[in-house]
C-alpha cells in the first residue's frame, strides 16, 4: 500500500502534536487531491472530497489506534468523500483537460477509459491500476467482498480493452500508444 | 500483468496539477463538521432517545414537548420540543428532577463508572420526560433511558398521529414514572439489572448516587480523563469552569473585545419538523441561552496568566480550570494533558491582573 506520509510524522500527529497534524495534513494532500479526482474526474468535486476527507484527519487523527493503520485509513476516508462528491454531479470527461486541467495525449486516453466506467468499476479500478493496491487492500478499503472487486475489475477490464480500441476510430486498430495496455 | 495500463495511469495522476493546500479552509470545515457532529449525536440520543422512532408534524401541533404512546412492548414517540444538556453537573441534573412533575426514580444498577453524559427533558419548565444518556468510562456500555410521568404517556393509538413509526422497547414502572429502554440499545442483562436496582431504590437515592458519579465543575469540551482531574482540582468554594484548548486559542481575541465565555452545553429545540417520519433536528429552531461561563473579567484575568506563564496559545497541551473564590481573585489551574506533566496553579488579582505562581 502506498505510503502518505513519513511514519514519524504519522506517529506524532496520532499522539496528539498539532502541528505535526497540519505538517502531515500538508504532505498527504497532493495524494489525496490526486486520488480523489482520478475517482471523480473534476477539479473541483476532488478539492472538495480532499478537503473534506482532510478535516476527517485533522478532527479524528488522534483517534487512530495504531499509526500503521493510518495508510488504509486514509485510502478509505478519501475513496469515502470522493464517492459522495462524485453522487453530486455526474462527471462525464469527455473533454479531461477541461475538468482536470492540461495534459498529454496519453493521459487524455487514460481519463477518457476511465470515464467510460461506471463510478463503482471506475473506483476499483483507480485502486487497482494507479494505487498499486491487492484485491484485498481494495475490499477493505471499499467494504466489499473480496469477490466483488475481482468481478468488478474483470468487468473494467473488459470495458476498457472496447473504450482504448474505439479511440482509434476503426474498432481493432487502435493506435500504437493506446493498443499497447496490456489490461 | 496490466503493466502498461498502470504506468500510464500513474503518469497520467501525476500529471494533474494540485490546487494550493489551504488549512483555513479545512479549519473551518473541521468548525462546520463539529456543529454537524453535534446535531447528529443529539438526534442519535433524542431518537430516542431511545429509538423508538418519531413523527413530529401533526404532533407539533397538537402537542407540546415530547409525548409516548405505550402499546404493551411496542411505543412510538412524538417530539416537538426538547431542551438537552450535554456534561451535565450535579447542580443542573437536581434542577431537572426538581421540577420534574413526578418523583424521578434515576436509572440505577448500571455497569461500573457509567455516567450521565446528556439530559434531554420537555417540556422546559416542568418536565414530564426526561431522557438521560449514560457512557461508561471503564467498560463499553451506553445506554439512554426515557423517565415519563406515567400520567402523560398515552394508550389510545387513535390519537397517535398518521405516520408515526412504532418500535419495540422494554419497559416497566417504578411508582408514578414509566421507564422506557429501546431494544437493542443495552443487552437484556443490563436492562434487568437497571430494572431490578431502580424497583429497589427510592428517588433520593437514585439522585445521591447519580449525582455522586457527576462532575461539580462545568466542563467545556476537552478530555474526560482532564474533566475528572480537574473536579478533584475543583475547590468546594465558588464557580469552577475547565476549558479545552480551544478557548485557549481564542482568550486573547475575546481579551481584546471585552467578551465573556458562553456556556452552550443547554440547547432549545423547538418546531422539530418530521422528513419522512423521523424528526429532523437539523432544521429546527434552535435556542442557546446566553449563559456565562466566565465573564470578560475572568477572560482578561485568564489572558494575564498565559501571558504570565509564556504558555503557547496555539499548542498550550493543557486545559484550563479556572474557579473564583470571591470577587478579588481568580484561581487558574493548567492542566497538562500529558499526565506525567506537573499541574500548575496560578491566582491572579481580579482588579490589577497580577498574576502569582501558587506552589
Known sequence: MARWAPPELVTAAVAGDEPAVER???????????????????????????????????????????????????????????????????????????????????????????????????????????????????????????????????????????????????????????????? | MPSDFSDAARHARAAIPVPELSMNAIRSRAGGARRRERTRALVACAALVCAIGAGAGLGAKLYGGVNVWLFGDKAAIVVSSLVTTSSPTASQLREVIDRATFPVVLPAGLPPGAQAIRILYAPPDRPTSITIQYRSRRSSFTGGFTLMDSRAVNTDAALLPPGTRVGSVYQW???????????????????????????????????????????????????????????????????????????????????????????????????????????DYSKATVHWPKTVAVSPAGVKAIDAMLAASGTDRNDCRCELLVNRPGAKTYRIWRIPIAAAEPVRKYAVDARTLAVTAVP
Open chain 1, 24 to 183: 502531515l495534513i500538508a504532505a498527504v494532500w497532493p495524494g489525496c487531491f490526486r486520488l480523489a479526482a482520478s475517482v471523480v474526474g473534476d477539479r473541483a468535486l476532488a478539492q472538495d472530497a480532499a478537503q473534506e476527507a482532510c478535516v476527517v484527519v485533522l478532527r479524528k487523527i488522534r483517534s487512530l489506534r495504531h499509526p500503521e493503520a493510518f495508510d488504509a485509513w486514509l485510502y478509505r476516508i478519501v475513496m469515502r468523500e470522493a464517492i459522495r462528491a462524485g453522487r453530486r454531479r455526474d462527471v462525464s470527461v469527455e473533454n479531461p483537460e477541461r475538468c482536470l486541467g492540461a495534459m498529454d495525449t496519453a493521459s487524455i486516453d487514460v481519463w477518457r477509459a476511465l470515464a467510460a466506467l461506471s463510478p463503482p468499476l471506475r473506483e476499483a479500478t483507480v485502486l487497482f491500476y494507479f494505487d498499486d493496491l491487492t484485491s484485498d487492500e481494495i475490499a477493505s478499503i471499499l467494504r466489499i467482498p473480496h469477490a466483488t472487486v475481482r468481478t468488478r475489475l474483470a468487468r473494467a477490464r473488459e470495458r476498457l480493452r472496447g473504450v482504448l480500441g474505439d479511440y482509434a476510430g476503426e474498432p481493432g486498430s487502435a493506435p500504437l500508444e493506446v493498443r499497447h495496455y496490456a489490461i
Open chain 2, 173 to 279: 414502572t417504578v411508582g408514578k414514572e414509566t421507564v422506557i429502554v429501546a431494544l437493542g440499545s443495552m443487552s437484556a442483562g443490563e436492562v434487568d439489572r437497571a430494572r431490578a436496582a431502580m424497583l429497589a431504590a427510592s428517588p433520593r437515592a437514585t439522585l445521591e448516587r447519580t449525582e455522586a458519579a457527576l462532575p461539580r465543575i462545568a466542563v467545556l469540551g476537552g478530555f474526560f480523563e482532564i474533566a475528572d482531574r480537574a473536579d478533584r482540582l475543583a475547590p468546594a468554594q465558588g464557580e469552577s469552569v475547565l476549558l479545552d484548548r480551544s478557548y485557549v486559542r481564542w482568550i486573547s481575541t475575546l481579551a481584546k473585545t471585552n467578551a465573556p465565555i458562553y456556556d452552550r452545553r443547554t440547547i432549545y429545540l423547538s418546531n422539530i419538523p418530521m422528513v419522512r417520519g423521523v424528526p
